[in-house]
């Protein structure tokens, strides 16, 4: 005997409905009202004091304007890969009529040179800041740790954290543009000079906060922990890893997320006065291009500044949750 179907999806969706009103019964509608009612209010002021100032470029964006320069950068993407899909493909009946000819003949295979779009800028930016954030926590969290557990070193570093610590990562620029142009000479380099340059630049901005605060987490490691290892007689590499990190591990991550959000805000910085490619570069070629769509796109990059800003520390703040001892830590 066959049930209807009509049946079986009636009794699916009886089901469904207990659990469906289970979710809803566990969302806070306070904590999603309130985000939502902040955001509409913003926009009706963002509109409102908008429509109010005259530029030498026209009336200044709101939200409509920007969502709608927005669409079109995602056309212009959409068009910008296909141009460079086509490209390839030509590339290859080329090649493959060429082998046809002469199978032993050398191929050439050529990078599409296209224009570089919005999202391919974001692309290099992302790239770029976490490739600086990592050289930079490779090198600030094992000094911190060795600064927080030998008050010898930690006085014999400290003057000099404290003297580089407040210079600006865009001094370093130019002669950290110079060190690499004159170390990194290769004919078949892994990275461009450009990245390196702002990647070296958000490196030297990210060490310092991670560096203070993984000493500090270090230096203030429960005594009662530091007794039990020494009665237990832990070796120092174990003492590290098994009392000293997780103890540590919500002050090194303090300065992780200081350090990456520092980090980003320089990036754009370091892009727009450099001039490599990445957000500050868009966002300055939009301030000289003078168009009446300029300050749309100027604003579409702001926005996205800042959406990928606070994605990235909420990255970090997942990356501590699933490191911590403390499994119940809840993301804020």
């Known amino acids: 005997m066959t049930i209807p179907s009509n049946q079986v999806a009636n009794s699916r969706l009886s089901s469904l409905i207990p659990a469906l009103k289970r979710y809803v019964m566990s969302i806070d ?34 939200p409509a304007q920007v969502y709608a320069q927005a669409a079109v950068l995602v056309e212009e993407h959409q068009v910008e890969k296909q141009k460079a899909e086509a490209f390839y493909q030509r590339q290859e009946v080329r090649n493959a009529k060429k082998l046809e000819k002469k199978p032993d003949a050398k191929i050439k295979i050529r990078k599409y040179t296209g224009k570089e779009t919005f999202f391919d800028q974001v692309l290099t930016s992302l790239k770029t800041v976490m490739f600086g954030f990592l050289i930079a926590s490779l090198i600030a969290i094992p000094i911190g740790i060795v600064c927080g557990l030998s008050d010898g070193v930690y006085k014999a570093i400290n003057p000099l954290i404290q003297i580089f610590k407040p210079v600006s990562p865009l001094a370093w620029l130019p002669l950290i543009t110079m060190v690499v142009s004159a170390v990194y000479v290769s004919e078949d ?68 997320r200081l350090s990456l959000a520092t980090g980003w805000m320089v990036l754009i910085a370091a892009e727009m006065l450099s001039q490599n490619p990445g957000l500050g570069k868009f966002v300055w070629d939009e301030f000289q291009n003078g168009s009446s769509d300029s300050l749309s796109r100027i604003m579409v990059a702001v926005v996205v500044i800042g959406l990928l800003g606070f994605a990235l520390d909420r990255l970090i703040l997942l990356v501590q949750r699933y490191v911590s001892w403390d499994k119940l830590a809840v993301l804020r």
Not at 49 to 57: E, G, M, P
Not at 213 to 227: E, H, I, S
């Open 29 to 62: 509608i306070k904590s999603l009202l309130y985000p939502l009612l902040g955001l509409f209010f913003f926009c009706l002021l963002w509109a409102y004091t908008a429509s109010q100032i005259d530029t030498s470029l026209g009336t200044f964006p709101g």
């Open 189 to 256: 380099p892994w990275f461009e000079k450009a990245f390196l340059n702002s990647a070296f630049t958000v490196a030297l901005c990210c060490l310092w906060p991670t560096l203070i605060n993984t000493a500090v987490g270090v230096a203030n490691v429960d005594k009662d922990l530091l007794n039990v290892s020494r009665v237990i007689k832990l070796p120092a590499l174990m003492h590290v890893r098994k009392i000293i990190l997780p103890a540590s591990i919500p002050m090194i991550f303090t300065g992780l």
